[in-house]
């Protein structure tokens, strides 16, 4: 546990002193912003749970966005720059390389993702909010995060080169995006099997209407959990290469 906390303060550290941590926060809110003006504010006369949803809906965009763009950087640019191998020689184990690294980007990230906040409760100025909805809503976008920092995690261990990580993160995000549109096209019961696999169509509309689904948040919770075991497998593979 204490090897996993020294890693997880030297990467939120790296986040907190260097550019990239203050751009993404900064873009990340700024789009959150724009969007829930132009996109939710700005639709006429609608429901304060029709605002909170429209809210959702696009600022989990973003969010898988930012989760990618944070996690690129933490196997990727330790490998470019020949760091890894004072991480992989010194007594610390693949395994605790992964979990510090991931819980300082999904720290930094969750810190970004509720310093929106103040978003959903300009609705009160006008309208009523339903703070269940909210909180929901949150763990929800806190939950898709973390699945697609994972994602972009393992894409890092598999190259020295962080564009191609991103590519590739953005790919494994993407994919997994379409899902529920190519169930559609399918037959039962491959229809079900590819549809329950959906990253968000399916399995964040309840986050976004205020209904936490517990089948839904294993769901992000075992998904997180794959990408993680891939990661450190993956770590494992390279160390004797």
């Known amino acids: 546990m204490q090897k996993i906390s020294i890693i997880f303060r030297r990467e939120l550290a790296a986040y907190l002193r260097s550019p990239i941590g203050y751009v993404v926060a900064a873009v990340l809110l700024l789009f959150d912003g724009v969007l829930f003006q132009a996109r939710a504010l700005s639709a006429g006369e609608q429901l304060s749970a029709d605002i909170l949803h429209a809210f959702f809906y696009y600022t989990s965009g973003v969010t898988m966005i930012a989760a990618v763009v944070l996690s690129i950087r933490l196997v ?45 409760l300009l609705i009160l100025v006008h309208g009523k909010i339903s703070f269940s909805q909210v909180a929901v809503g949150y763990t929800g976008l806190l939950l898709l995060g973390s699945t697609c920092l994972a994602m972009g995690m393992f894409a890092s261990t598999l190259t020295r080169y962080q564009l191609i990580a991103a590519a590739v993160g953005l790919c494994l995000v993407g994919g997994m995006l379409v899902l529920y549109y190519l169930a559609q096209v399918v037959d039962p019961p491959l229809k079900g099997v590819i549809e329950n696999m959906d990253l968000f169509a399916r399995r964040f509309d309840g986050f976004m209407t205020g209904i936490l689904n517990l089948a839904d948040v294993v769901f992000y919770l075992a998904l997180t959990y794959f990408f993680l075991l891939l990661s450190v497998k993956t770590l494992e593979a390279k160390r004797w290469q």
């Open 76 to 120: 990727a640019e330790e490998r470019q720059q020949g760091t890894l191998v004072l991480l992989t020689t010194s007594p610390v184990r693949d395994v605790e390389i992964v979990l510090g690294k991931f819980l300082a980007a999904f720290l930094f990230l969750a810190g970004v993702t509720l310093a929106s906040v103040y978003m959903p």
